[in-house]
């Protein structure tokens, strides 16, 4: 089967016009879209510590097992479904293109909301948009024999460098300003993250207005759309359990693996096939960019739901003891499941090889020891922060 392409014929506002009527609407939005981005990503360096950054490349397990799932088993996983439901050969090749996408900035933002590694996500999606520049073409020239596509696809290299120039620029920002103001930059990650909350359900919603004439699709292609984000979020979590990664950097690997960039599959398919191609192919990244979003909400609503009622336990369990409760609070907030421990001398003791949640048992222990028994030990204030 061949698909007869033309590589850079189909121009942006081309390609919305053929999708629906709303093609100025649709420019005005991501030109908006774009601005709001660029602030929820500087928000979301604000809680960033060189340190701890430091730390993520240095030893780059975490970095490394996201990867190998980002452009090992992701494309993989998109050639599987793609053969397995028997969809269109354009239909085909749209799954295909999004699987070899490194992550994006939604991922980001979750991982912020269920209390993740913001360190390892961004860093994750830095080094993937740097990769994806010789990963992407060498993931589609693997998978697309079976359509004849390898010549045919454009790899928008000047657009994935814009794509990393928006994601480190803002960040390094963020960084510097949580170095410089950190009480500042707390505030302004907290303000970021209900933007960004906000940001993902005003997504959902425009695309669904924008482009409703594209729900008019295959079944097979809703269930893919429906199915990939989350085989991806449950192969990332299990793969980051199995090399005994802390839970944090779990949750994290776990929502960098299953939220692709859909922006980066868009722009490679209007850069490489025409309008009439692109009424079939554009289809996949709307479907998949509604269930990612709407995937991750459920997350963050699980996870928030589980962690109050964890927070409500607690209350009662350490009712006589308030300033346990007040430190156990902070553990379940996330505070202490970082990749450092403090000790009261300052030092930093990484604890990569810590098994999942042996430092929360550790960390409950010694409140509860020094807490019970008296002892007049303060513990730093370093020790729980974020």
């Not at 924008?210 to 449950?234: A, H, Q, R």
């Not at 709407?294 to 996870?303: D, F, K, M, R, T």
Request: proline share 4%.
């Amino acid at each position: 089967m061949t698909i007869n392409c033309t590589n850079g014929t189909a121009n942006f506002n081309e390609t919305f016009t053929n999708l629906d009527s709303h093609g100025t609407l649709s420019a005005i939005f991501s030109t908006i879209l774009s601005v709001m981005l660029a602030l929820v990503v500087f928000s979301l360096g604000c809680t960033v510590e060189v340190v701890k950054l430091w730390s993520h490349l240095r030893r780059p397990w975490s970095i490394v097992t996201g990867l190998v799932c980002q452009f090992g088993l992701m494309p993989l996983i998109a050639y599987l479904l793609a053969i397995g439901f028997s969809v269109k050969p354009a239909q085909a090749v749209a799954i295909l293109i999004m699987g070899c996408c490194p992550g994006g900035i939604i991922s980001n933002i979750i991982t912020y909301w269920v209390d993740g590694d913001m360190d390892l996500s961004l860093s994750m999606t830095s080094c993937s948009t740097i990769l994806a520049m010789g990963m992407m073409p060498l993931c589609l020239f693997i998978y697309s024999h079976s359509w004849e596509l390898a010549k045919c696809i454009t790899i928008p290299y000047s657009n994935i460098g814009m794509a990393l120039f928006s994601l480190v620029l803002p960040v390094g920002i963020g960084v510097y300003a949580n170095y410089k103001w950190p009480r500042r930059a707390k505030l302004i990650s907290k303000a970021g993250s209900v933007i960004g909350g906000l940001l993902m359900l005003v997504l959902g919603i425009a695309s669904s207005v924008l482009y409703k004439g594209s729900w008019n699709t295959d079944s097979s292609m809703l269930t893919i759309g429906i199915i990939y984000p989350l085989l991806g979020y449950v192969i990332g979590f299990c793969l980051a359990v199995i090399i005994r990664q802390p839970w944090q950097r779990c949750r994290t690997i776990a929502l960098e693996t299953g939220a692709q960039n859909v922006h980066m599959c868009s722009t490679v398919l209007q850069l490489s096939f025409n309008p009439q191609q692109l009424v079939q192919m554009f289809t996949f990244p709307l479907i998949y960019a509604s269930f990612q979003l709407l995937n991750g909400l459920l997350l963050v609503a699980a996870y928030q739901l589980y962690k109050w009622k964890v927070r409500s336990r607690s209350k009662g369990t350490f009712a006589n003891h308030p300033e346990v409760h007040i430190k156990v609070n902070e553990i379940i907030n996330g505070n202490f499941n970082s990749n450092f421990d403090y000790d009261t001398e300052g030092d930093i003791n990484t604890r990569d090889t810590v098994p999942p949640m042996t430092g929360l048992r550790s960390a409950i222990s010694s409140i509860s020891k020094d807490t019970f028994l008296g002892q007049d030990n303060h513990v730093h204030e370093s020790e729980f922060r974020l």
